[in-house]
């Protein structure tokens, strides 16, 4: 499976962005799809994930602030990010649960 990520970019605190990760190649079934990220200097950490059926979990930090959504039919997953902090910055990877996949990451810059 591959995962392609995009939607990455410079933004200025306050302000949304959206991520989003195509998933193609040999899928039979995917169940969990989401987000971690990756600060420097820091571990990789939980941003959000989705199983096939809906249900999401959230990190405690983007709570409240950004929604996960997937298009099962598309085997999309996207990420949207409001209210974004300089804490939000990183390199944001998608993952799915099937094939342990990581996408390429995608980097996210948030300005104060």
């Known amino acids: 499976v591959q995962l392609v990520a995009s939607g990455g970019g410079v933004v200025q605190a306050g302000g949304p962005l959206r991520l989003s990760c195509a998933a193609s190649g040999r899928i039979l079934s995917i169940s969990v799809m989401g987000w971690f990220r990756q600060a420097p200097g820091k571990e990789r950490e939980l941003v959000a994930i989705t199983t096939r059926g809906g249900t999401t979990t959230y990190g405690d930090s983007v709570k409240d602030r950004f929604t996960i959504s997937r298009d099962n039919a598309k085997n999309t997953v996207y990420l949207q990010m409001n209210s974004l902090k300089p804490e939000d910055t990183g390199v944001y990877y998608c993952?799915?649960?099937?094939?342990?996949?990581w996408g390429q990451g995608t980097q996210v810059n948030v300005s104060s």
């Open positions: 993952y799915e649960s099937a094939t342990k996949s």
